[in-house]
């Protein structure tokens, strides 16, 4: 007779506490459901700058009162073991603050993009959570889903031969003229902190290079609503392996969502390319038959993984950085009126 006894069953890895920061649109239309269908995180806690919203929600989502924070008393999450990371979902200048008030707090962190609304910011943020020994990762969710990873296979395995030529622009016809994003010492700057930031992160992660000369233009059709951040902006850079990048960004049109690269023996473009609800990719062969996805979802999960693993995130601070050294060159070279190299 056998002997041998069953195997004993795994028990699942507890799944990691997030506590979201920030309710605004994005929050309710795509982080709280995203935290629904996650494999590796649940919402743990809540913070806001609205007592009366921060009820609602956290009756919702059925959060205790006792893990609700307000912006003043966020410093208390050092206090809640259970939460192992917050998700920062604020303007973009308050991204550096409450990161760091995060890591002091020994969260780690995943931050909306743009990482900051400068270069100081970010390498402040980066020293800060190296020093508080947490990870920082940039909500990229874009080098998560389906068709953005399909496009950087193409490339980095040459399907087509050498990339050479990239064009991409990314737009919309911005509402509300009182609203943040409209506000410099809320958004830092205007579309291409908010949308343009995609192009210049495409072009990074298409090539794996960085960008070592660039030249920008600026346009205002409407100097009032516009008189603090920008409004339309072009600009073209160049790569140390040959490739230009011919790129875009505006807050007046809509319809403009694109990624298009030429290689040696063919193409491929994204079109939409960066939005949250649909993206379509077809090569010079036909479609891409890819599945549509929750983009925030596999960003969460793996975020967790590299919590759980201790590895760094493929989004980790750095890569923020990096955007925000081109975001910064952009102005440069408006300010100038002529070309500016990066090193």
């Known amino acids: 007779m056998s002997t041998k006894s069953s195997p004993t069953p795994r028990t699942p890895a507890r799944k990691l506490g997030v506590a979201v920061v920030g309710l605004g649109s994005l929050t309710h239309s795509h982080i709280l459901p995203a935290l629904r269908k996650t494999k590796h995180c649940r919402l743990a806690a809540l913070v806001s700058g609205s007592a009366a919203g921060l009820k609602t929600v956290a009756a919702k989502h059925g959060i205790p009162a006792a893990n609700c924070y307000s912006y003043d008393d966020?410093?208390?999450?050092?206090?809640?073991?259970?939460?192992?990371?917050?998700?920062?979902?604020?303007?973009?200048?308050?991204?550096?603050?409450?990161t760091l008030?995060?890591?002091?707090?020994?969260?780690?962190?995943l931050c909306e993009k743009p990482m900051a609304t400068s270069v100081a910011e970010c390498r402040a943020m980066i020293a800060g959570c190296q020093k508080a020994g947490v990870q920082l990762a940039i909500a990229y969710r874009c080098q998560f889903e389906p068709h953005h990873r399909e496009a950087i296979r193409l490339v980095r395995e040459k399907v087509y031969g050498e990339i050479k030529f990239i064009e991409a622009s990314f737009g919309f016809r911005?509402?509300?003229?009182?609203?943040?994003?409209?506000?410099?010492?809320?958004?830092?700057?205007?579309?291409?902190?908010?949308?343009?930031?995609?192009?210049?992160?495409?072009a990074r992660y298409l090539t794996g290079e960085e960008p070592n000369w660039l030249f920008a233009?600026?346009?205002?059709?409407?100097?009032?609503?516009?008189?603090?951040?920008?409004?339309?902006?072009?600009?073209?850079?160049k790569f140390p392996g040959g490739v230009i990048a011919s790129c875009s960004t505006n807050y007046v049109v809509d319809g403009i969502d694109r990624c298009w690269v030429g290689a040696e023996h063919g193409w491929f473009e994204l079109n939409p390319a960066f939005n949250y609800n649909r993206i379509a990719g077809r090569t010079s062969e036909g479609k891409m038959r890819l599945p549509q996805t929750d983009h925030f979802v596999p960003q969460l999960d793996d975020f967790a993984q590299c919590i759980r693993e201790g590895r760094p995130s493929i989004v980790s601070g750095e890569e923020g950085l990096k955007d925000m050294k081109v975001v910064a060159a952009i102005y440069q070279s408006i300010g100038r009126g002529k070309p500016v190299t990066l090193r």
């Not at 998700?87 to 308050?94: C, E, R």
């Not at 995060?102 to 962190?109: E, F, L, N, S, Y």
């Not at 233009?217 to 600009?235: G, I, Q, S």
């Open 74 to 98: 966020f410093d208390r999450l050092a206090e809640q073991p259970d939460v192992d990371f917050v998700f920062i979902v604020l303007p973009n200048s308050q991204h550096a603050e409450f």
């Open 101 to 109: 008030r995060a890591a002091r707090a020994g969260k780690h962190v």
């Open 217 to 237: 233009t600026e346009v205002k059709t409407d100097a009032e609503k516009f008189r603090e951040v920008d409004e339309t902006l072009c600009w073209q850079m």
């Open 174 to 202: 911005i509402g509300d003229p009182k609203q943040w994003r409209l506000r410099k010492d809320l958004a830092g700057g205007g579309a291409l902190m908010d949308v343009g930031i995609y192009v210049i992160q495409a």
